[in-house]
């Protein structure tokens, strides 16, 4: 097998792709010691083309395919799919429209975040070769071993796509999958501004001080990160942003103590740099500090209690439906939904609310009871009798 490595080959690759219904894709990439991930290769395949693109060569170009991935008439279908489109989107290129298999497979019934090789069993009845499993995919040349390996990713998936797809349609949960589509190929998923990097943090405070603090480190560690391609954590651990909001250290000595920065931190660029930019949100921390919104009422006592309910309902009704119960409510949402009748969660919205939030709300209201039959739990409307006059 031979891959693409020069604009012409990719040019006519993508002619020979253009009308398709749709275009099967994976990626290989490596982000261990890098901040922005190294895209080593690409596999696409159509019913009737395929191939594996070769991004690292010097002789190709990847516009073209870069174009197809924009085209709204071709469907674009991939497995597991969040860091490809976060790589894509780097590209400038969102995969859209997009079909993930794996999500597909949550609602179809299939488990709880399906691997590629167990949904390829369940459907084609095909044990994937896994020998080229840990290749170092920046190495070249690439072995005819590994370039079939890869290749096979997207050959399955073009295959079983129909197949699910289908099954979806036939159940009527194509608009399910359409959902969590719409909520992937969102940019802001992937937004890699360094001012918006606290918001993928949790800030325990919530005082102008603390809040002016931990916004500057956190964009400070994310422009380190970007500037010199390594990871965040190689920067300043997520733990140690929290310390630094809280202690806000202005000088070497105060950024000596903290625990979460290690030791000779100060004396280096990043403690000098990383103590400006503290000393300069605190000039007007009212000013720089960003807006958290803190919508959740205070748990209520029995809280608790009421999310292990929840849980059982939950795991009830993705039973009941066929759908892995991660699709329809996370513990975040159970944990909101104890304490808020109006929680603003999913799970309270569109067809998560036909399959489990109404009753989940019924539960709390004491309208239905979790009843134990044998080993499996029934949902059972509880009925009231006439008030005592």
């Known amino acids: ?70 085209d709204p008439s071709i469907e674009k279908v991939l497995h597991a799919a969040r860091q490809d489109v976060e790589i894509f989107c780097n590209l400038k290129a969102i995969p859209e ?7 597909a497979g ?17 459907m084609l009845k095909v044990d994937l070769d896994k020998s080229s499993r840990f ?40 608009d399910w999958v359409a959902e969590e589509m719409k909520a992937m190929t969102d940019p802001a998923l992937y937004d890699v501004e360094p001012e918006n990097a606290w918001k993928r943090l949790k800030p325990r405070k919530h005082t102008a001080k603390y809040l002016a603090v931990f916004r500057a480190v956190a964009a400070w560690r994310e422009r380190t990160a970007q500037n010199r391609d390594q990871p965040r ?51 007007d921390p009212e000013a720089y500090s960003p807006v958290v919104q803190r919508d959740r009422p205070p748990p209520s006592p029995a809280a608790g209690a009421v999310v ?37 969660v999913g799970a309270l919205q569109g067809w998560r609310l036909d399959a489990f939030g109404a009753d989940a709300l019924k539960l709390k209201q004491g309208e239905l009871a979790l009843v134990l039959d044998g080993t499996r739990v029934r949902v059972v409307e509880v009925r009231r009798g006439p008030k005592a006059g």
């Open 97 to 103: 429209p997009m079909f993930d298999t794996q999500i």
């Open 308 to 344: 292990e309910l929840l849980k059982v309902l939950l795991k009830a009704r993705a039973e009941d439906v066929g759908v892995a119960s991660k699709l329809i409510a996370t513990v975040s949402d159970l944990e909101r939904i104890a304490n808020d009748d109006a929680a603003d």
């Open 233 to 283: 954590g190689r920067i300043l651990k997520d733990d140690a942003i929290d310390e630094l909001a809280g202690q806000a250290p202005t000088d070497a000595v105060a950024l000596d103590r903290l625990r979460g920065v290690q030791k000779g931190y100060s004396g280096s660029k990043f403690g000098s740099e990383l103590l400006e930019v503290i000393r300069e949100a605190l000039k």
């Open 106 to 122: 949550m609602a179809a019934g299939f488990g709880e975040q399906i691997a590629y090789d167990a949904l390829v069993r369940q």
């Open 135 to 174: 290749t170092d995919w920046a190495r070249r040349p690439l072995s005819e071993a590994q370039l079939t390996y890869a290749l096979a990713d997207v050959t399955h998936l073009a295959t079983l796509y129909p197949m699910l797809r289908a099954r979806l349609e036939e159940a009527g949960r194509m």
């Open 1 to 70: 097998m031979t891959p693409i490595t020069t604009t012409p080959q990719l040019i006519e690759f993508c002619e020979r792709v253009r009308g398709a219904p749709f275009l099967a894709v994976d990626t290989e990439f490596m982000r261990e010691t890098t901040y922005w991930p190294k895209l080593c290769l690409i596999q696409a395949a159509t019913p009737d083309a395929e191939a594996v693109i070769d991004p690292l060569s010097p002789d190709l170009d990847l516009e073209p395919f870069l174009a197809v991935l924009r």
